[in-house]
């Protein structure tokens, strides 16, 4: 049997070189060392169409794009996923390596962490489940979907084109039903336990650099911050009626029994609210609810929050309202009990990008649209999908591409700034430019285009829906 070595090289076959853009092997080369050859070969045609392509992201729309329709090896391609070995841990790792070096080189490094679900349906999706759905759900109506959830990991980061901070997913991990893990006689892991090998992994890779967790109340589990609080800083929603206590009086000499791990009772949050004695601060947050500036009344200190059979945890909470009367109260807590609530209220505003980045993905990149029916497969490609997300934008920051990149405005549309339909597009046009063009003598403003280019962008044209 033929053994292929993951060879330094960058420079992929002949056969290759002539359809995959040399700009794309130039911008990839940092992850030749994952595969071997034959497979990089695949995986530059691959991530060419899959940037190229607009509506459904399967394997068959990136090999037509690429001009491959006739291609009688289709099957390889399909294999990158359900057979290739590569390590999808390590490409992770080299992502959130190339981001920080490129936007974020130094100073503490701020992680969303959040779930979603990829809709799907078939007898061969099998770590499916029946899941609640957040987004058509409300707190009237609640709505059911079955589908994959993924955990997410996305570092939050500050882009030159925007003001606003993009979430850049890095790491995606596919949680199964628990349905699916009793079938296959495997200990079901909740979000939860998921959500600390995630944080814990990343810690591993960055361990010199202060890292911040952002999560929704989903995450506001006390094991699963006692778990970590000791590796990062964890923000997260805090329950108004959360059972709060003073720390534990020190232990005097020649004391009998255990050691309490927990002091005096606190009032709950629902009673500090209305408690004529509460000392409120007033703060501006640059961004709130809406991307809006907005005055916010706060009130802070620290606490253990404790629940039988649970580790003792200390937070800091930051009680918010709304001096408007708009918006319901809420609360908030932090690990770092030297944090300032202005900046705990801060890092968690940078989490909200991360729904619009999952947004950007099923619009721009096709998630949900994919049609793997492989265990192996379906674990790989939407991890890769919103992989991609994060490179695209890495490909926007480099030279030869941002001076495409820019807001797409209309008469009747003024758009402020760049979003990553923006960034799609200044990527893809430097992927269709096609070096030493013909341009003709007589009529400068005429360029002569390969046949094959021209049919694959009237193809694409055509085919759009």
């Excluded at 079901?188 to 929704?216: E, S, Y």
């Excluded at 930051?318 to 209220?345: N, S, Y």
Aim: some cysteine; glycine content about 6%; proline content about 7%.
């Amino acid at each position: 049997m033929t053994r292929h070595h993951r060879s330094p090289d960058p420079s992929p076959s002949s056969a290759t070189a002539a359809i995959v853009p040399p700009i794309l092997v130039a911008l990839m080369q940092a992850f030749r060392g994952f595969f071997t050859a034959p497979v990089w070969d695949h995986v530059l045609v691959l991530v060419a169409g899959m940037v190229l392509t607009p509506g459904k992201r399967t394997v068959s729309a990136a090999l037509r794009v690429m001009g491959l329709a006739q291609a009688g090896d289709f099957a390889l391609y399909h294999h990158v996923l359900s057979q290739a070995r590569w390590n999808s841990r390590a490409i992770a790792r080299k992502v959130l390596t190339l981001i920080l070096d490129r936007f974020l080189p130094g100073g503490p490094l701020v992680i969303g962490i959040d779930d979603t679900i990829e809709r799907r349906r078939g007898a061969k999706i099998a770590a499916r489940g029946i899941y609640g759905d957040p987004v058509r759900s409300s707190h009237s109506h609640f709505v059911k979907v079955g589908g994959l959830r993924w955990l997410s990991l996305m570092a939050m980061i500050p882009l030159p084109w925007t003001q606003r901070r993009w979430a850049l997913p890095f790491l995606t991990i596919l949680a199964p039903s628990q349905r699916h893990d009793e079938t296959k006689g495997r200990r079901h892991k909740t979000l939860a336990d998921w959500a600390r090998q995630g944080i814990l992994q990343v810690t591993r890779w960055l361990p010199n650099r202060l890292i911040i967790i952002v999560a929704d109340s989903s995450f506001a589990a006390i094991e699963l911050i006692a778990a970590v609080r000791r590796h990062v800083c964890f923000i997260t929603r805090l329950r108004l009626d959360a059972n709060l206590f003073e720390p534990p009086p020190p232990r005097r000499p020649g004391q009998r029994g255990r050691t309490p791990i927990r002091g005096r009772k606190l009032p709950k949050l629902t009673q500090v609210l209305v408690d004529p004695a509460t000392v409120w601060t007033t703060i501006i947050m640059a961004e709130w609810y809406g991307g809006e500036r907005c005055k916010l009344e706060v009130a802070s200190a620290t606490a253990i929050w404790y629940h039988s059979g649970m580790p003792p945890l200390p937070i800091r909470w930051v009680l918010v309202r709304d001096p408007a009367g708009i918006r319901k109260p809420q609360a908030f807590l932090c690990t770092d009990l030297t944090a300032t609530p202005a900046a705990i209220l801060g890092w968690f505003v940078y989490r909200w990008s991360m729904e619009t980045t999952f947004q950007e993905c099923r619009e721009h990149l096709g998630v949900e649209t994919q049609r793997q029916w492989s265990d192996l497969a379906i674990a790989r490609a939407t991890p890769a999908l919103l992989g991609l997300f994060s490179l695209i934008t890495l490909w926007a920051a480099e030279a030869k591409v941002a001076v495409f990149l820019h807001p797409r405005s209309a008469v009747w549309y003024t758009k402020q700034a760049a979003t990553f339909s923006d960034a799609i597009a200044a990527v893809r046009r430097v992927l269709w430019d096609v070096p030493n063009l013909s341009i003709s003598r007589k009529q400068p403003d005429i360029v002569k285009i390969p046949a094959a280019i021209l049919e694959r962008l009237i193809e694409v044209a055509c085919y759009t829906t």
